[in-house]
């Protein structure tokens, strides 16, 4: 019997084994301590069916190497023999070796390389509710191979806290097994949060805390490794002689096994982590945890086009991984810094990665796979629509994907390489030019967080890691060798110059050259239109031009943190396939006109240019046809008719004439007259323009509806005023009306119109919907008061009995005379 054969696990390992041998697909539920990581993976090499590798997935490398170092262990064997591990810079395995234990991305290349994945029996998924991009998109892989090509593979998905019955279905109603775990007392303490603290300076204050009063060694966990440096420091100086251990991506291996593992001199120890300890691992001896409450997960940034670290509040499945660590091996306390009754406000569960995460690795994955839509896929949670769009387009634009989404011979490259796409595009161009190393090198860089120390500058960095002998570097530099090989055997040496460091960067982001907008070095402007902010002290503050390779914060102003130098001959020499000589348009809103330019531009950034003696007349029109929708009819000349003809369009319910249906159809009505100063452009074209849109039968019904004008007895002509408050009206002069016995009515159904009466010299007298009215009520007081003002009027008692005439008394009779 092997050692630990008394965990949890055990129990339920027959039915396990059952399922298995039954079928091809089973789920097993265990909680932390119950062994399932170390345990399932050795009873099954031992089964008839499993004639081949048992091959197990785990989300990080820590956690894999410790994983198989204690299978071996429990064998009574190195690693490398019955069990090894594979990860990018560290591997251990032999013809011997029937367990292997592999990070989730290195299944997703293996699987990709060999669909049948020859010689493998059995792939177990382990923790797979963490939902990591690349175990869901193995899995989807996995179960298309079992499908299509291995019936006979079987797949187990493991972990302790997943919805067992979605993983069950996805698996094809795979039977669920769950396991029972070591019930240790496990006290939580809620600390409270010290917003006006730093992380790293309440963490420490938390953990001296727990060091005075608590027993066994302390497990705390930060959002990062600057944190973590920062509580180091700290608690260095208050706590000489305490081992305080980091344990993160960047920590050596020796190191990272140092921090798992109790202390060979038998002394208290504190280790400082990131979400890297929540799961998989078991730390010896540890019975207190100290939780920052804040998680760090990488998002990708549509907006900027590039994934960000972004702190956020731990889950509340996160917080109780990392609460169960204390209990592992027996009573432990876990020390909380927020409230208990702020802990229900959290979210339940992280958001997985393929809601989050730049899906471009993953379409490339499935159209080297053979698939061009990734929802035929088997999915726990589907890609978003949006982003597998997204990814696409960033795909086509390399020239991995053709317009159709299938991958061509240079997607087949890059796929052929484990790293993004866009670094791998960045490698076969530089393998093509003789700088294979240098690329490689770079490439590495930007994924192993750490390597050259930090800083903004890459060079600088690189130069750092070139010169480090220390055995991460030594290994980093190995793995760089193989892909620069690699990248070499795949598409041969093209011969000529080498392009510079930058240039290789600029071509693996092209989005992301950038200029200084100003001296200090502050402020940048990055081809694809967003902004980036550099810390004006560093030493990359005092180029013209940077190749980003790494930025983080939100899109716009993003702070600058990982970059080359790039020189203007170098741009000039080197992307001038990227710079072009366009047309540009810009509004001058104070004239009301267009200004034509002709500029020399690298995507957003404008190296120079000046006015266009030949600019796209339909462009202008278009650009017009944009700017007035944005800023409204005014911006046009519109004569006094057709305000108008608008304003009784709008009366009367003409939906055609309407100023939404105007600005939807300017360039029917309004485009033919566009000029590039809009008060050259001729009024009486647009009104013409605007009486023909709505067609000829609305233009009959208008001015029934809503007449131009009133014609006065007298025949005068007197324009309708449609926006008076009182309603539609017309200002007239009384003696016009003279004979005039009822009042006149427009529209259907007819409506009186407000007669606004006025004297001889056009002041107001009266208004009136009611003329008959008037004539037998308030005139007689209007024309005694009137026969004053103006006695050469005429003025009757009985004006509706009247001839209507403006003249006066005088010339009226002798126009009567004669």
């Not at 592999?102 to 990709?112: D, K, N, Y």
């Not at 390779?549 to 080197?574: F, M, N, P, S, Y």
């Not at 007449?707 to 200002?731: C, K, L, M, N, R």
């Amino acid at each position: 019997m092997t050692k630990g054969s008394d965990l949890p696990v055990h129990a339920v390992l027959p039915e396990l084994l059952g399922a298995l041998g039954e079928g091809t697909g089973a789920v097993l539920v265990a909680p932390p301590g119950a062994g399932k990581t170390t345990a399932v993976a050795p009873a099954l090499i031992g089964e008839e069916w499993c004639t081949g590798t048992v091959v197990m997935l785990s989300p990080r490398r820590v956690a894999a190497r410790a994983a198989a170092e204690r299978m071996a262990e429990m064998l009574g064997e190195k690693p490398g023999a019955t069990v090894g591990y594979l990860t990018r810079l560290d591997s251990r395995r032999s013809a011997d070796t029937r367990i292997l234990v592999m990070t989730e991305a290195i299944f997703v290349a293996t699987v990709l390389d060999d669909p049948e994945l020859s010689g493998v029996s059995a792939v177990l998924f382990d923790e797979a509710h963490e939902r990591h991009l690349d175990s869901d998109l193995g899995l989807a892989l996995a179960i298309e191979a079992r499908e299509v090509l291995r019936p006979d593979l079987r797949l187990l998905v493991m972990s302790a806290t997943i919805d067992g019955a979605r993983f069950a279905g996805l698996l094809g109603d795979a039977p669920v097994i769950e396991s029972e775990g070591k019930a240790h007392p496990l006290a939580i303490r809620w600390l409270g949060a010290s917003p006006e603290l730093r992380v790293e300076e309440a963490m420490a204050s938390a953990i001296l805390t727990a060091w005075r009063e608590e027993a066994g060694d302390i497990l705390a966990f930060l959002p990062g490794v600057r944190e973590i440096e920062r509580t180091r420091e700290r608690l260095e100086a208050r706590l000489p002689g305490v081992p305080v251990l980091p344990l993160h991506g960047q920590v050596e291996p020796a190191a990272q096994r140092a921090a798992i593992r109790r202390d060979p001199d038998g002394r208290r120890r504190i280790v400082l982590a990131t979400a890297i300890a929540e799961t998989s691992l078991t730390l010896d001896g540890v019975s207190v945890v100290v939780d920052a409450g804040l998680s760090r997960r990488a998002e990708f940034d549509k907006a900027a086009g590039v994934t960000r670290l972004v702190t956020h509040r731990a889950s509340r499945a996160a917080a109780a991984q990392r609460a169960g660590r204390a209990a592992r091996q027996g009573p432990g306390v876990a020390c909380r810094l927020w409230e208990e009754a702020a802990h229900a406000g959290r979210p339940a569960f992280d958001p997985p990665e393929i809601e989050t995460s730049d899906l471009a690795p993953l379409v490339l994955s499935l159209a080297s796979w053979g698939t061009a839509e990734p929802e035929a896929m088997a999915w726990l949670d589907p890609p978003p629509g949006a982003s597998v769009e997204a990814a696409r387009g960033r795909l086509v634009t390399l020239g991995a994907l053709d317009a159709e989404g299938r991958i061509t011979p240079h997607g087949k490259a890059v796929a052929a390489l484990p790293m993004d796409p866009a670094l791998a595009h960045m490698l076969l161009y530089a393998a093509g030019r003789g700088a294979a190393r240098d690329a490689a090198r770079l490439a590495l860089l930007l994924q192993e967080r750490g390597l050259g120390g930090r800083g903004e500058d890459l060079a600088a960095r690189l130069d750092r890691w070139n010169g480090d002998h220390g055995a991460r570097a030594k290994a980093s530099r190995k793995l760089a060798a193989r892909w620069a090989d690699r990248a070499g055997r795949l598409v041969g040496d093209e011969g000529g110059e080498a392009p510079p460091l930058g240039i290789l960067l600029a071509e693996a982001f092209p989005d992301n050259i950038a200029r200084a907008r100003g001296s200090d070095g502050e402020y940048w402007l990055a081809a694809g239109g967003r902004g980036l902010r550099l810390d004006p002290a560093s030493p990359l503050a005092r180029a013209e031009w940077l190749a980003v390779g790494d930025a983080t914060g939100e899109a716009k102003g993003a702070r600058i943190t990982g970059a080359v130098a790039l020189t203007q001959a170098e741009v000039e020499r080197w992307l001038g396939h990227r710079i072009e000589s366009r047309g540009h348009l810009r509004w001058i809103a104070g004239e009301r006109r267009v200004e034509a330019l002709r500029q020399r531009r690298l995507g957003a950034i404008v190296l120079g240019g000046g006015p266009d003696p030949d600019p796209d007349e339909d462009a202008i029109r278009a650009f017009l046809i944009e700017r007035i929708r944005s800023d409204g009819l005014d911006l046009l000349p519109l004569s006094k008719a057709s305000h108008s003809l608008l304003k009784r369009a709008r009366f009367a319910g003409i939906e055609a004439l309407s100023e939404e249906a105007l600005l939807d159809t300017l360039e029917q009505w309004a485009g033919p007259f566009l000029k590039r100063r809009l008060d050259q452009v001729n009024a009486g074209a647009l009104h013409d323009g605007l009486r023909g849109l709505p067609g000829w039968d609305a233009v009959k019904a208008l001015d029934r509806l809503a007449p131009p004008e009133f014609v006065s007895p007298a025949g005068t002509h007197h324009a309708i005023d449609y926006d008076d408050e009182g309603g539609p009206s017309v200002e007239v002069r009384v003696q016009a009306l003279f004979g005039l016995d009822t009042h006149p009515v427009f529209g259907q159904p007819p409506q009186p119109l407000l007669l606004k009466l006025t004297s001889p010299a056009g002041r107001p007298i009266q208004a009136t919907r009611d003329l008959p009215g008037f004539w037998r009520g308030s005139w007689a007081d209007v024309a005694r008061e009137m026969k004053g003002r103006y006695p050469r009027h005429r003025w009757p008692d009985e004006p509706w009995a009247e001839d209507p005439s403006l003249k006066t008394k005088n010339a009226f009779a002798a126009q009567k005379r004669s």
